[in-house]
Nanobody, 125 residues
Framework: QVQLVESGGGLVQAGGSLRLSCTAS????????MGWFRQAPGKEREFVAS????????DYGDSVKGRFTISRDNAQNTVFLQMNSLTPEDTAVYYC??????????????????WGQGTQVTVSS
């Protein structure tokens, strides 16, 4: 069972930036599509971004397009989420996830079978 460990969350003022990292255990990281999701209190889990196994394709949720960038370093078993121009609406627990089989992008949380423990991002106004 793969283990995913997120880091990089914290408190930032509106307009600021944060970079999240997610490091995976094992030797198969480079074979899988990876994704980032977030969940704010009282809200459904929301798709943020996903990236194919080789980084060749990416996709973003509408609310973060143009502000967030997903990338990966397969040699380091790590996927990143660069978050710029943050607003209080971005406050949530951010989770990284590994897609269940397949190599295509996905917006659906049900397509991801392995999840990290989450990292809190809080944006103050």
């Amino acid at each position: 069972q793969v283990q995913l460990v997120e880091s990089g969350g914290g408190l930032v003022q509106a307009g600021g930036s944060l970079r999240l990292s997610c490091t995976a255990s094992g030797r198969t990281f480079g074979l899988y599509t990876m994704g980032w999701f977030r969940q704010a209190p009282g809200k459904e889990r929301e798709f943020v971004a996903s990236i194919t196994w080789n980084g060749g394709s990416t996709d973003y949720g509408d609310s973060v397009k143009g502000r967030f960038t997903i990338s990966r370093d397969n040699a380091q078993n790590t996927v990143f989420l660069q978050m710029n121009s943050l607003t209080p609406e971005d406050t949530a627990v951010y989770y990284c996830a590994r897609r269940r089989g397949g190599t295509s992008l996905s917006h659906s949380a049900t397509d991801f079978s392995s999840w990290g423990q989450g990292t809190q991002v809080t944006v103050s106004s």
